[in-house]
């Protein structure tokens, strides 16, 4: 039987070109049915107040004794405080107060960082959960039964280094316990199960030679994706004093607490 070649040429291209499309559309109905991985979520917070208007002006008042006798002008650039350096201010701010009195000194420093988590497997407040636990680690809070009596950790030297065994009262400082007081409230530095989604709180007394010494009581705690530190400082203006440690560890908390709940407005 004849037949044309033009004719046969173009029946085997028309075969060809069916047999294509269908190995496409088998390809496309396989990957319909492939799993979609979803990114993790990002954390509660993208952005980060001004940590030096986050103090009300009454608790700065009650912070930093002395300040209110200053002149007017002078009060006004104590409270304003001085915002710390940084690069990213959407990611880390900071702010610090300080006042002079003729009985001692205090200084207050707040640091609000944002943890951004940039592992699509890994959420915001995973990655805060981990840079978190690696501050309380850091800060060697003790463990065990010890006395509650024994309030902070101590250093013989301007270092602020924490020491890793809470010591017991300083050395003819005329006070009972660590703390200058007579109570046995536990004052130790401590984890805090009432204040974010995870908190510590670390009292350390420092010394530098035998002239000077200061405690410092630093609360810091996670609300999602942020990490809050408070740190506040007493040093006395006779060496021989002993900063209270169970006033400032209420003063601390006390901010604390306040700066949970306008991150939580």
């Known amino acids: 039987m004849a037949y044309a070649p033009?004719?046969?040429l173009l029946a085997v291209l028309a075969a060809g070109c069916t047999g294509s499309a269908g190995t496409e559309s088998s390809a496309d109905d396989s990957n319909l049915g492939s799993p979609t991985v979803a990114a993790a979520p990002a954390g509660k917070y993208r952005t980060l107040p001004d940590p030096c208007r986050s103090v009300p002006r009454s608790t700065l008042k009650d912070l930093?004794?002395?300040?209110?006798?200053?002149?007017?002008?002078?009060?006004e650039k104590v409270y304003a405080g001085t915002a710390a350096v940084t690069y990213d201010t959407d990611r880390r701010v900071g702010c610090q107060w300080k006042s002079e009195a003729p009985a001692s000194s205090h200084s207050l420093v707040l640091d609000?960082?944002?943890v951004v988590s940039y592992d699509t497997a890994v959420s915001d407040d995973d990655r805060a959960t981990e840079v978190y636990g690696k501050k309380e680690t850091a800060a060697h809070l003790p463990t065990g039964s010890t006395s509650p009596d024994?309030?902070?950790k101590e250093t013989p030297s301007a270092s602020d280094a924490p020491s890793d065994t809470p010591s017991g009262s300083a050395p003819d400082d005329g006070a009972n316990g660590a703390n200058g007081s007579d109570d046995t409230e536990d004052l130790r530095p401590r984890t805090l199960d009432d204040l974010?989604?995870?908190?510590?709180?670390?009292?350390?007394?420092?010394r530098a030679g035998s002239s000077a010494?200061?405690?410092t009581v630093s609360v810091v705690f996670r609300t999602s994706n942020v990490i809050v530190t408070v740190q506040y400082t007493e040093q006395?203006?006779?060496?021989t004093e002993v900063p209270d440690s169970k006033e400032l560890q209420e003063k601390a908390l006390t901010l604390a607490r306040k700066l949970v709940e306008k991150f939580s407005d």
């Not at 006395?236 to 060496?239: D, F, H, K, L, S």
């Open 236 to 239: 006395p203006a006779v060496p």
């Open 213 to 215: 010494q200061h405690r």
């Open 150 to 152: 024994i309030a902070a």
């Open 196 to 206: 974010g989604d995870a908190a510590f709180l670390d009292d350390l007394l420092s």
């Open 64 to 75: 930093l004794p002395g300040a209110a006798e200053l002149p007017e002008d002078q009060q």
């Open 6 to 8: 033009g004719v046969a």
């Open 112 to 114: 609000f960082e944002r």
